[in-house]
């Protein structure tokens, strides 16, 4: 986190948050007549603390779910190798399916519209209040305090009537991953963002810097590319007292990676870049300090603090490191203050003689708090700002939202991280970025995993902005005939949308916390199933389309006890031609034959857990889908790098399973697809390419732009030849079964990440969700197999 303060005279330094890198708390989320103690909300999902918070490994397990689901896996793609597949996707000419700026079949010459966002903000119940996408930076008008920025997986958005409206500026860039921002003090129509997000991998792939000085209403191509090539950007500061045109700036940026990152200075505006301080993991934030000539420039790494007050040349330690913490600063009217959110005993200081001496802030936790321990322990700040009207007034974060009055002698969780009935003090769990206005008294904005909220009083009292924010960050969306869909969101838990609710087509979030793998049965709406992360499955039905879920039914297969590992969530999918088919696993795979049936039985298909492709270890399946056509062939991946198939199912137990790909040839396997004719005919969709097999693996060939990171592949059912493909670069398509391919993209952002897709035959629906903003459809049309030549005319005989 990073503001930089009110400053005196005739500079004021605007704010510029950025994400915190570490992962500051994990929840678990279920039914209270299942779990436990909380009391009943009857105004939102059903939320309840996870007793697996506080468990280094539990985080651990979720850090690497998300490295892997986002694209960051062991022998994946380099940065450059996906720049090169960027580029390539790039020029690949519109697929023959979409044509202008409509949605054409080649043997229909009816016409539909391009890719929509059908679904508008927010979501609605989502602890409690509405929600967004989460949102990693914030960055306030240094003149005016409506006007402000944010940036989040869904990409660059600007309010100018204080979070009223909001319109995103980014959808033409590389990357829709904004992990910072910075407003030029001397000139507010000067904007820099920074793009990346830490610990995310390829997903948000890192392209450097964007520009603008003209308020974000047109873009500079990417700023550095070379130097930040695949190393994301956490800090971004801009000195005033350098300004000496609009190509003259002085601008640092703090970035981080494995090797080679640190502090950089650009001193042409962001042109070129010099590299002015290395550290291993890199620097984690910077600030300046303008009210000396030149100003007084900070840092803080992993070996400390320090301080150089001759634009970065030479570097003096003011503070040693911070146990366990990746370190966050701030400069309020000259004073500094030191975050350390990983310090266990003490982590908020402040120096007003610029690091030569340090007084503690307290930070005890309050009585009665939910997200911190009592008696007298440390809150564990992640997060903060201090008020430059009165600094005594400081709001900071962790899972929840505090406030003090009086410099930290006493602090106030503002509501219940879980949800409050106050619409006041309903602030989402998890905040990320906190900036107080420079020249606006008591105004303060904070971005949390659920979006934006605002306060004008300094923090007591809280105004939500989700209601036209969009964003969502999605795992996966299933689709039904009537476009009814149920999706797993990061933070907002399961959200389920139905055109024919009474609050119309929006999400509302019916469980809590993090999901991934829903379903819905593709004909009958009434139908859905949901995880959650852990080893849980519920089933959800209602009495009629229109109607709110009910209850949820616990359907969790028994042979997930017994110390059965996850990949942080069960695998699931179902069978589109026989929807009561569900598969399972976790490490073994099971499957139901009716998951409708009153009590699930569960069969295990196989004589104990899958191998992974190393010798000797167990796996765990991140992908099984049965063969739509033949119910006795299922495919499964383990560990994302090696795929198997049973052709007699129908065994359960005695069912045997063959490998047919070697280890991490391909590897990156983020699903596999069966043809729903043909079964010998499967898609893998994978970091280097679109893999397909004829032959029920026996052999593979490679389709598609190599190193694109695909997410998933879908297949027409009219037409098996029609396949449409999901990536980090969009969705791609090809009429011939893989053999080339077109773009598909047009009317989704550029640069946004496609997480999953859901063809429904029925309606014709395709449904693509993304990391950032939803879903978005199309609507495919008619398509039928072509039809044969028509046979010449016989000649008649002489």
């Known amino acids: 986190m990073k503001t930089n303060g009110l400053i005196p005279k005739r500079y004021i330094v605007a704010a510029s948050l950025i994400l915190i890198g570490v992962v500051l708390t994990c929840y678990n989320a279920g039914a209270n007549a299942r779990r436990g103690?909380?009391?009943?909300?009857?105004?939102?999902?059903?939320?309840?603390?996870?007793?697996?918070?506080?468990?280094?490994?539990?985080?651990?397990?979720?850090?690497?779910?998300?490295?892997?689901?986002?694209?960051?896996?062991?022998?994946?793609?380099?940065?450059?190798?996906?720049?090169?597949?960027?580029?390539?996707?790039?020029?690949l000419p519109a697929s023959p399916l979409l044509e202008g700026r409509t949605f054409r079949s080649p043997e229909t010459p009816e016409a539909g519209a391009p890719w929509t966002s059908p679904i508008a903000p927010p979501i609605r119940n989502s602890y409690s209040a509405n929600a967004s996408a989460a949102v990693c930076s914030v960055a306030i008008d240094p003149i005016n305090a409506n006007v402000v920025y944010t940036g989040s997986s869904a990409g660059l958005a600007k309010t100018t009537d204080g979070g009223g409206t909001w319109r995103y500026l980014s959808d033409s860039w590389d990357s829709q991953s904004?992990?910072?921002?910075?407003?030029?003090?001397?000139?507010?129509?000067?904007?820099?963002?920074?793009?990346?997000?830490?610990?995310?991998?390829?997903?948000?792939?890192?392209?450097?810097?964007?520009?603008?000085?003209?308020?974000?209403?047109?873009?500079s191509n990417p700023l550095g590319e070379t130097d930040f090539e695949g190393k994301y950007i956490r800090a971004i500061a801009v000195d005033p007292n350098s300004q000496g045109g609009a190509f003259a700036t002085t601008v640092y940026v703090a970035n981080g990676c494995d090797h080679g990152c640190g502090l950089w200075r650009s001193n042409d505006s962001g042109v070129t870049w010099s590299q002015l301080y290395q550290v291993e993991d890199g620097v984690y934030d910077v600030a300046i300090d303008v009210t000396s000539r030149p100003s007084t420039l900070y840092l803080t790494g992993k070996n400390g603090t320090f301080k150089s007050t001759d634009s970065g040349q030479s570097w003096t330690l003011i503070h040693s490191v911070l146990r366990d913490s990746r370190n966050r600063l701030s400069v309020v009217n000259s004073t500094l203050y030191l975050l350390g959110p990983g310090d266990p005993d003490h982590n908020l200081y402040k120096s007003m003689d610029r690091g030569a001496t340090w007084i503690q802030i307290g930070t005890n936790c309050p009585a009665g708090a939910d997200s911190c321990h009592e008696p007298e322990g440390n809150i564990g700040f992640g997060v903060f700002a201090v008020d430059p009207a009165n600094p005594q007034n400081i709001v900071a974060g962790n899972m929840a939202l505090y406030r003090t009055n009086n410099e930290g002698l006493t602090w106030t969780e503002?509501?219940?991280?879980?949800?409050?009935?106050?619409?006041?003090?309903?602030?989402?769990?998890?905040?990320?970025?906190?900036?107080?206005s420079q020249t606006a008294v008591g105004v303060v904005y904070d971005g949390s995993d659920g979006g934006m909220v605002k306060s004008t009083d300094a923090g007591k009292n809280w105004t939500n902005l989700n209601q036209n924010l969009p964003g969502a960050l999605l795992y996966g969306v299933a689709l039904s005939r009537d476009g009814t869909m149920i999706a797993g969101t990061q933070d907002n838990g399961v959200i389920f949308s139905d055109p024919l609710m009474p609050w119309g087509r929006t999400w509302n979030s019916i469980h809590g916390g993090d999901s991934a793998h829903n379903l819905i049965d593709p004909t009958d709406s009434r139908v859905a199933y949901l995880t959650m992360y852990g080893k849980d499955i519920w089933r959800v039905t209602r009495p009629a389309p229109g109607a709110t879920p009910g209850p949820e039914v616990p359907i969790r297969p028994s042979q997930f006890d017994n110390n059965c590992a996850c990949n942080f969530f069960p695998t699931f999918s179902m069978n589109p031609l026989s929807p009561k088919h569900l598969v399972a696993a976790c490490q073994h795979v099971v499957r139901t034959l009716d998951g409708t049936a009153s009590s699930v039985v569960w069969t295990t298909i196989g004589n104990g857990?899958?191998?992974?492709?190393?010798?000797?270890?167990?796996?765990?399946?991140?992908?099984?889908?049965?063969?739509?056509?033949?119910?006795?062939?299922?495919?499964?991946?383990?560990?994302?790098?090696?795929?198997?198939v049973t052709s007699n199912a129908g065994l359960g137990n005695g069912a045997t399973w063959q490998r047919i790909t070697e280890y991490r040839h391909p590897g990156g396997i983020s699903a596999v697809t069966v043809d729903p004719i043909n079964y010998q005919i499967a898609y893998l969709a994978c970091d280097s390419g679109v893999y397909k097999t004829t032959d029920k693996g026996m052999s593979w060939a490679q389709h598609g732009i190599p190193d694109l990171i695909y997410r998933d592949v879908a297949i027409d059912p009219a037409n098996a030849q029609h396949i449409f493909a999901a990536s980090n670069a969009g969705v791609f398509a090809s009429t011939d079964g893989g053999m080339t391919w077109g773009s598909m993209s047009e009317g989704i952002p550029a640069g946004l990440v496609v997480s999953a897709l859901s063809f429904n035959a029925a309606s014709r629906q395709l449904a693509a969700s993304t990391y950032g903003r939803g879903v978005y459809m199309l609507h495919v049309g008619r398509s039928v197999l072509p039809n044969p030549r028509p046979r010449p005319t016989p000649r008649p005989r002489p």
């Open 37 to 91: 103690s909380e009391e009943n909300r009857s105004s939102g999902p059903d939320i309840l603390r996870s007793e697996n918070d506080d468990d280094p490994e539990y985080r651990e397990q979720r850090r690497e779910f998300l490295n892997r689901f986002l694209g960051n896996r062991p022998g994946g793609v380099s940065a450059s190798a996906y720049k090169r597949a960027l580029a390539e996707a790039r020029a």
């Open 178 to 219: 904004v992990s910072a921002i910075a407003i030029n003090p001397a000139a507010s129509n000067d904007i820099y963002v920074g793009t990346g997000r830490e610990g995310t991998g390829y997903l948000s792939y890192q392209v450097g810097l964007y520009r603008s000085l003209d308020g974000g209403a047109t873009w």
């Open 414 to 436: 503002i509501g219940h991280w879980w949800g409050d009935p106050d619409p006041t003090r309903c602030i989402h769990p998890d905040q990320r970025a906190i900036a107080f």
């Open 609 to 644: 857990p899958l191998p992974s492709g190393t010798p000797g270890v167990i796996g765990v399946v991140t992908a099984a889908t049965e063969a739509p056509s033949n119910s006795d062939v299922i495919y499964a991946v383990t560990n994302y790098d090696t795929v198997f």
